[in-house]
């Protein structure tokens, strides 16, 4: 059984016993009330939790008019949002106009019909509750761009509205790639492929972060990344291969026998935002292709890279492959690195 929903809270703030008496009786059965007699009341009782999901307010009290209380309350970040409305004697058009400009929603004059007031606040509750639900499916929208777009992507995209195609120097290109993940398919169930792949991209995802790489996409069971590129790196060769190391090690811990192959390559790439409904960044360029080809080329456990590359990873463990056949590019000189 569905809990019945808690009432509104609607805050009144009149200096007029009998006004607060008249409003509260058209709203106490469809909302709960908290009552102000004076400004300065009202600026303390508006921070009191829960806070007031709507705010009616007169314009003709002592010492802190309505107009100050409402421009406070717009001040205030913590109160900017409360839907205001006046309930007042004012009302000449000047008068209203200065209440609007203040940062009220509504203005009503008195002597005011129930049904209106009634009308009115309802109206301007499911108007806060609508603009609320759009906030919560743009921070659904965030959460998914931040996803599946590189973190300087989707400041350019939120800033722009798209992310300009680039031409990017000196990027290390990695792939890591699961070695016997299409047999191991065959012998589970979705259930156990799906889990057991989510918690490899988890840790290939959080390992990429820690180097200070930018996870680019998963393509079937293997993972791409990127060092140097909307992130300036100092050594992004060197970062994709560290990176992809630590990933080898750890990967048996997360299931018995996995092991993992990799290659990396370095370069300029082309990167930019494709698709229409389906966002996607993506990055193109030879070095791309290289890089790929040397993860299908090298030994399961090890990063495979350039024998020109590798001459810039000094304190890691080199091993010659000699030359090796890629394909698009003929024999290419090719080590393999490991601590």
Not at 22 to 39: M, P
Not at 102 to 131: C, M, W
Not at 255 to 267: C, E, F, K, S, Y
Not at 272 to 278: F, T, Y
Request: include cysteine.
């Amino acid at each position: 059984m569905n809990p019945v929903p808690e009432k509104k809270l609607i805050l009144l703030v009149d200096d007029a016993p009998a006004n607060i008496q008249v409003a509260h009786a058209i709203l106490k059965d469809q909302y709960r009330t908290r009552i102000a007699t004076s400004g300065a009341k009202a600026l303390e009782l508006v921070k009191v939790q829960p806070a007031p999901d709507l705010i009616l307010l007169d314009v003709m009290m002592p010492e802190m008019d309505g107009y100050e209380v409402c421009r406070r309350l717009k001040e205030d970040p913590a109160t900017h949002d409360i839907p205001v409305i006046f309930l007042t004697a004012r009302t000449e058009a000047e008068d209203e106009t200065m209440g609007f400009e203040v940062g009220a929603v509504d203005y009503i004059h008195k002597p005011f019909s129930p049904p209106v007031v009634l009308a009115r606040v309802n109206t301007h509750l499911s108007l806060r509750e609508a603009q609320r639900q759009l906030e919560g499916e743009k921070r659904k929208v965030d959460a998914l761009l931040d996803n599946i777009l590189p973190a300087a992507a989707v400041s350019e995209i939120k800033a722009t509205g798209h992310v300009a195609p680039q031409r990017f120097e000196n990027v290390a290109v990695l792939f890591v790639d699961l070695v016997g993940f299409t047999k191991y398919c065959d012998q589970h169930s979705p259930e156990e492929v799906v889990g057991s792949l989510s918690d490899l991209f988890i840790l290939f995802e959080e390992t990429a972060a820690r180097h200070g790489l930018e996870k680019i996409k998963t393509i079937g069971d293997a993972f791409l990344a990127t060092a140097g590129l909307l992130t300036p790196n100092a050594d992004p060769l060197r970062a994709a291969v560290l990176c992809a190391l630590e990933i080898s090690a750890a990967v048996p811990l997360v299931g018995p026998g996995w092991v993992v192959r990799a290659g990396a390559h370095r370069g300029a790439v082309m990167a930019g935002i494709v698709g229409r409904e389906r966002y996607q960044f993506d990055i193109w360029g030879d070095i791309v292709n290289v890089a790929s080809r040397l993860t299908a080329a090298s030994t399961p456990g090890a990063v495979a890279v350039t024998e020109a590359e590798g001459a810039a990873l000094s304190g890691l463990t080199i091993t010659p492959r000699g030359m090796v056949e890629l394909k698009g590019k003929g024999p290419v000189p090719v080590v393999e690195v490991s601590r």
